[in-house]
């Protein structure tokens, strides 16, 4: 048995899905969007000025949570045409047991829908004392990271397990444990604060955005120290365009700030390149993984961000991505889970099966 500080925890913030932007007279067919869309899509409405722009903007925050694929008739009957792309991972749990052999697995994990409930107070996601005891014993066995959009100290706050290593707002602010025999820093537990010059800029606008949307009946500003959320999950549909022509005035003075979308939130943050795939890159290779082919990452997510670190599994041919959904979605995940609790069952199979294996290898 490892010890518990084989744990890498990123935290990352999400964004999320818009429609499509069309003419009015286009506009007679819905369209899903890629994410390669969303992103040419959020590149416009910062180009953008005036009523079309906060349009634009309402229509994004209608679209928020990451786009479902429309089903036809057929596909009512018979959902079998995403789950044969994109199987259980319980179901297919013996397969992705078996390539990892001969290699080391690395556990990535998003905290928000993945570890814990969507709850509409983002400060009451708490995750279960049967959640918590599945990654701490997950960790026991493999390096494992959670990655979510939070502030490090807020989701440091909800996971509540020494040794672990958290990255927090998109894997800009990641820390260790000083004793981990992995990241010797001397005493230094912070790896990596690519945006620290921004800290400021950021103070300055939650200080802005909280003035100006207090006004706005179920409207939460939060500071997640290297970028800001707004959340509008408990804002009436009504008041999103004034939601969003306050955000807009804001972030017209910054710049060097972007804004991006989760789950019912809008985010600012710096214009730096990195997000949840970077910060996957980054730790692999903090672990010593970089370029090694004895390596078996496996990350789960629910949201748009986590398609960043799907996409470099997918693009590096190595490791798999799960998504956490109940409905299907587009995604570069390999397999599914429906929702929290069956992450926690997949956890805890793992964790039998590595068991298993070390009681097996020891009568050899």
């Not at 078996?98 to 814990?116: C, N, P, R, W």
């Not at 290297?226 to 910054?254: G, I, T």
């Not at 730096?272 to 730790?283: H, P, S, T, V």
Request: aromatic share 8%.
């Amino acid at each position: 048995m490892t010890n518990q500080q084989n744990v890498v925890v990123v935290d990352v913030m999400k964004s999320g899905g818009v429609r499509n932007m069309l003419a009015p007279s286009s506009l007679a067919v819905a369209k899903s969007l890629s994410p390669q869309d969303i992103k040419m899509l959020l590149m416009r409405l910062e180009t953008e000025k005036g009523g079309t722009k906060i349009n634009a903007w309402v229509d994004s925050m209608r679209a928020s949570s990451p786009t479902r694929i429309r089903s036809s008739a057929t596909d009512d009957k018979n959902e079998n045409p995403w789950i044969d792309h994109h199987p259980s991972a319980l179901n297919m749990f013996e397969k992705i047991v078996a390539a990892s052999k001969g290699k080391q697995i690395v556990m990535f994990l998003d905290y928000d829908g993945t570890l814990s409930p969507i709850v509409e107070d983002p400060d009451q996601a708490f995750m279960t004392r049967e959640m918590r005891a599945a990654v701490r014993d997950v960790a026991r066995y493999f390096p494992t990271a959670i990655v979510t959009g939070r502030c490090r100290d807020k989701v440091y706050s909800f996971v509540k397990l020494a040794g672990l290593y958290y990255a927090g707002s998109h894997g800009m602010d990641i820390k260790g444990p000083s004793k981990s025999r992995k990241y010797k820093k001397g005493n230094q537990g912070v790896l990596f604060q690519p945006a620290s010059e921004f800290l400021p800029m950021i103070d300055e606008v939650y200080k802005a955005l909280v003035e100006k949307t207090k006004s706005i009946p179920g409207a939460k500003v939060e500071n997640n120290k290297f970028c800001v959320s707004v959340h509008f999950r408990c804002v009436d549909e009504k008041s999103w365009a004034v939601l969003a022509e306050q955000v807009r005035s804001v972030l017209n003075e910054y710049p060097k700030l972007k804004l991006t979308q989760g789950r019912k939130v809008l985010e600012i943050r710096p214009t730096i390149k990195w997000d949840k795939g970077r910060a996957l890159e980054f730790l692999l290779e903090a672990l010593g993984y970089a370029n090694s082919n004895d390596v078996l990452p496996v990350y789960i997510g629910d949201d748009r961000t986590d398609e960043d670190a799907f996409k470099v599994l997918r693009d590096r041919g190595q490791g798999f991505g799960i998504l956490v959904s109940k409905v299907p979605k587009e995604t570069n995940a390999s397999y599914s889970l429906q929702e929290p609790s069956e992450v926690k069952e997949f956890l805890r199979r793992l964790v039998d099966w590595k068991k298993l294996s070390l009681g097996r290898s020891s009568t050899i």
